[in-house]
């Protein structure tokens, strides 16, 4: 039996675009451990793997991984976690960089039968020669989170989305068919899918701004939605979870077109295998309506987390 942790070190900051988002999930984890009685060490990781190592030593009993975005959330720290042999939250290196990996999730998920928006992945000159699909359609890039670098092409729209200046998200783009309707997502801790959210963004689209920036989207717990929607997002959200091998906490987001009465509307956007941890955040939420506390949540992710390899 492992022995119940002691000393966490909590890694936060990073390079990505996600730093600042990263910044505040990390502060409220390493607050909530402190005071849950956890001795803590708060290390803001950079490209310097030397500074990395000196954080780490003395050896933490556990690492809290509240690194979002590249570097944090798609395999690289993680790989660097696993030959350290050190226990860490939230998933392994292989989920994590295939769930960073957009294309390949779908293409993995839809093997066992996942609906996910029809899609394609393109260069920046292909999506810049004219449109690609008939709009509306959606630009992300393959491998952000927090909707990073999300573009909506709506009928009669210019094509100046995807340029030299304002795209520095990789030579590829994946382009999705917009799906009318309703945010919908669902956090999964350990095997069990808590509840859905519909998120209700105050205008535009759920955008990362609408995501960090209080007072700019309404979250509705649980989604008022049919139960077999709700059903549906849960089941695919758990098996998500299960098929990519995730561990620890991951949140799926869907859309759901809510035309179409049925489970038939609810589609699978992305996983996220580390879902922010801010005031604004949608797992704690969920958490809360089941009746988990904050400090209940990141205690568990703490105590439940693996060396994995």
């Avoid at 000196?54 to 798609?74: I, K, M, Q, S």
């Avoid at 095997?191 to 998120?199: F, G, H, K, S």
């Avoid at 589609?267 to 009746?291: D, K, R, W």
Wanted: charged share 20%; with cysteine; aromatic share 6%.
């Amino acid at each position: 039996m492992t022995a119940k942790p002691q000393h966490v070190a909590v890694l936060l900051g990073g390079w990505s675009a996600e730093r600042e988002v990263s910044l505040v999930s990390g502060a409220a984890a390493a607050r909530a451990l402190r005071e849950s009685g956890y001795r803590v060490t708060e290390i803001d990781v950079s490209r310097d793997l030397g500074a990395l190592m000196a954080a780490l030593t003395p050896r933490p009993d556990v690492v809290f991984n509240a690194l979002h975005g590249r570097g944090g959330e798609d395999g690289t720290i993680q790989g660097v976690l696993d030959i350290l042999g050190l226990r860490y939250t939230h998933s392994g290196m292989t989920a994590s960089a295939i769930a960073m990996d957009k294309t390949l999730t779908k293409r993995l998920l839809e093997s066992v039968g996942v609906r996910s928006p029809k899609g394609m992945v393109a260069t920046r000159e292909q999506v810049l020669a004219g449109d690609i699909m008939p709009a509306p359609y959606v630009l992300k890039p393959n491998n952000e989170g927090s909707s990073v670098g999300i573009r909506i092409v709506r009928p009669g729209d210019n094509r100046d989305l995807v340029d030299a200046e304002s795209w520095n998200h990789g030579e590829t783009v994946l382009i999705e068919q917009y799906i009318p309707g309703r945010d919908l997502t669902v956090a999964v801790m350990g095997d069990r899918a808590l509840t859905v959210t519909e998120i209700r963004p105050h205008s535009g689209f759920y955008d990362y701004s609408a995501k960090y920036t209080d007072g700019r989207a309404t979250h509705l717990v649980p989604a008022p939605a049919p139960q077999a929607v709700l059903d549906e997002a849960m089941r695919m959200a758990l098996l998500a979870h299960r098929t990519l091998g995730c561990a620890g906490v991951s949140r799926s987001d869907f859309r759901w077109d809510d035309a179409i009465k049925d489970s038939a509307g609810v589609y699978f956007l992305e996983i996220n295998t580390q879902p922010g941890m801010t005031p604004l955040s949608l797992v704690p939420e969920q958490a809360a309506h089941l009746g988990i506390s904050f400090a209940e949540l990141v205690v568990w992710m703490v105590e439940n987390a693996a060396c994995h390899v």
